[in-house]
């Protein structure tokens, strides 16, 4: 890439065992000069290895005490997905040649912003300064450990970093969704037949629901493999010397995992770019989970707002498809 060598991981067992059989080797990351630019050196993309990986560390303890995934966020999500169904309501089914990305960052924006500023929250913070302390009050406490070695800046830039990544990622991914749901409108009528079987008309989709939507599920998995985000392939480097599959690879080598390669492994499944869900379903109509589905990495990388893309990603899809039909 440029004048410096890179290695272009594909494949289902390529990338699987460079990420699960040798993640300390692959446990590296270059430094990329315009994000050290833009961030000044803080947060997740900051060229000090031993920082950014106790930042990653933290982030997902913190995300996990903080509820990431619980039912507090889901029925945040849950407001944010009925207040997109108001807006889209409001169009009379008169839309134009629009883009509805900007809405849909912005529900996804709110679907985390809203947990932070619920009432319920609200109440229990005296004054402005407390309403700031939770993340920082986090880091402190992560401060007492002589490891530590990032700074409020780096706090700062790691929020900012996960605001900016998810909430984009979330959002076009929903809207790849629905594009292809328009192609294919008879997957898009199954879905809303589950949808109708198991919620009902009168009540709102739930996190709980899910586990009784297969096809639906299916749908979901299927549609993510297919899409590609801008995170999907984000670099790695070789923390120290490896003889990977035959290969000698020197120690801070750029490395690239190609997750659509992954998905779209002919080893893994018959016709890979067919739209069918049922590659997700078992004989009995059951969801079944793939090994080979990495849509959120694996291992040591993993991405650490999973539990809440997944939410989002379910109630938003249902809760427009419970009241909208898109052609």
């Known amino acids: 890439l440029g004048l410096k060598p890179v290695v272009v991981l594909c494949r289902y067992e390529v990338v699987k065992d460079a990420l699960l059989g040798h993640s300390e080797e692959f446990g590296g990351r270059p430094e990329i000069p315009l994000l050290v630019q833009l961030s000044k050196d803080y947060g997740f993309v900051s060229s000090n290895e031993k920082k950014w990986q106790e930042l990653w560390r933290f982030t997902l303890s913190t995300l996990r005490d903080f509820g990431m995934g619980k039912n507090c966020m889901s029925q945040r999500v849950q407001q944010e997905a009925q207040h997109s169904v108001e807006l889209l309501a409001k169009l009379k089914g008169d839309m134009g040649p629009v883009h509805p990305g900007p809405c849909g960052r912005q529900r996804a924006h709110n679907s985390l912003m809203g947990y932070v500023w619920s009432p319920d929250l609200a109440a229990a913070w005296k004054s402005t300064q407390t309403i700031l302390n939770p993340l920082p009050t986090a880091s402190l406490q992560e401060k007492s450990s002589l490891e530590n070695m990032y700074s409020n800046e780096d706090l700062v830039m790691s929020v900012f970093d996960l605001f900016g990544a998810r909430t984009v990622t979330t959002s076009n991914v929903l809207v790849f ?151």
């Open 177 to 327: 969704f629905l594009l292809i749901l328009a192609k294919y409108p008879h997957i898009q009528a199954k879905v809303q037949e589950e949808i109708d079987a198991v919620v009902g008309t009168g009540c709102a989709p739930r996190s709980e629901d899910k586990l009784r939507m297969p096809y639906t599920n299916a749908v979901i998995h299927k549609l993510q493999r297919f899409c590609r985000t801008h995170m999907e392939n984000f670099p790695w480097m070789t923390a120290q010397d490896i003889v990977f599959r035959g290969h000698t690879i020197p120690k801070g080598t750029t490395v690239i995992p190609v997750f659509y390669s992954v998905h779209t492994d002919p080893t893994q499944r018959e016709n890979p770019k067919e739209v069918n869900p049922g590659h997700f379903l078992d004989e009995k109509g059951k969801f079944r989970k793939r090994e080979s589905f990495l849509a959120f990495s694996a291992g040591k990388w993993m991405c650490p707002g999973e539990a809440l893309a997944r939410i989002e990603l379910f109630l938003f899809l249902t809760t427009l498809l419970q009241s909208f039909t898109f052609q």
